[in-house]
């Protein structure tokens, strides 16, 4: 069996608790038998920030996305940027939002049973301004995702190192990236498996996918160039957990993953979640 064909055989799992096996259960000692006590959990979640300042989690249950939501609250404001993101480094994927009647970084830290503190942990002043698209990740390699400023007009891609508390504006990384053009959604995620997370980009059915190193974007070669119509949002997601960052393509309605074999995107074998949802699509480890 290829490794394409194993994934594709764990995502099409019905996604329900385990019944059996030495993993999520006790022995029962009379009759041999697993006694399950929890689900199998494993791989990065999926979530939608919705139009009602609702956060919709569906929690990964054994590589399969839930088609329902799995838990719902409500958080942040309407409008703003928005993003899931390891402030702190402890593994868990924080709730950050950048003002846009301001210059604040508003972040709700991950109480790591899929819900988020409702009062903000930090309030770091950015000195950032509120211009878009923002992107929050990993780009210096250090375990804190930092976030990324890109004025796609004048080709200006500045990256803030997350310090914890504070953006750090004395040690920012600064590029002029003409080759992202001036449209596009975008995402990030370590496509390379180098540590870093890179740089997705999504405009039309386009995917490009740009190397980043030491927080600069790196135009030399593209990591990948992919055509896959229909998408209006890319994004990183290990979905399958072993530690290669697979290609979520959000489509309004659904959620598509494409696996990442061997640093390659395999376009050819995606798997569709119909959730009929909408919202701005965000992905990470949310317990």
């Known amino acids: 069996m290829t490794a394409v064909q194993h994934l594709l055989l764990v995502l099409a799992c019905s996604g329900g608790p385990a019944t059996d096996g030495p993993t999520g259960g006790d022995s029962d000692s009379n009759t041999g038998d697993s006694v399950d006590t929890a689900p199998i959990l494993a ?64 972040i709700h830290m991950n109480l790591g049973d899929g819900t988020w503190e409702s009062e903000h942990s930090f309030d770091p002043t950015s000195g950032t301004g509120t211009k878009r698209p923002a992107i929050a990740g990993d780009f210096n390699g250090d375990g804190r995702d930092d976030m990324m400023l890109l004025n796609t007009t004048s080709g200006r891609a500045i990256m803030f190192p997350n310090v914890v508390g504070t953006f750090d504006t004395e040690d ?51 990591l990948a160039e992919l055509n896959i119509p229909g998408g209006i949002q890319g994004l990183g997601i290990d979905i399958d957990d072993d530690g290669d960052t697979d290609l979520a393509v959000w489509s309004g309605s659904t959620v598509t993953v494409y696996p990442n074999v061997d640093g390659v995107i395999d376009t050819d074998n995606g798997v569709a979640s119909f959730l009929n949802a909408s919202g701005t699509a965000l992905a990470g480890q949310i317990r």
């Open 43 to 106: 791989g990065d979640d999926f979530a939608l920030f919705t139009s009602s300042a609702e956060l919709k989690a569906y929690l990964n249950d054994d590589y399969a996305l839930p088609t329902e939501v799995s838990t719902t609250q409500s958080v942040g404001q309407v409008g703003d940027w928005t993003a899931l993101a390891d402030f702190d480094g402890d593994g868990l994927d924080d709730f950050w939002q950048i003002d846009d009647s301001g210059n604040k970084v508003r």
């Open 172 to 222: 920012q990384k600064v590029a002029n990236p003409t080759g992202l053009g001036e449209i596009g959604d975008f995402g990030s995620g370590d496509m390379d498996g180098d540590g870093t997370d890179d740089l997705i980009q999504m405009a039309g059915s386009d995917v490009t996918i740009w190397k980043v190193v030491d927080g600069v974007i790196d135009e030399t070669a593209p």
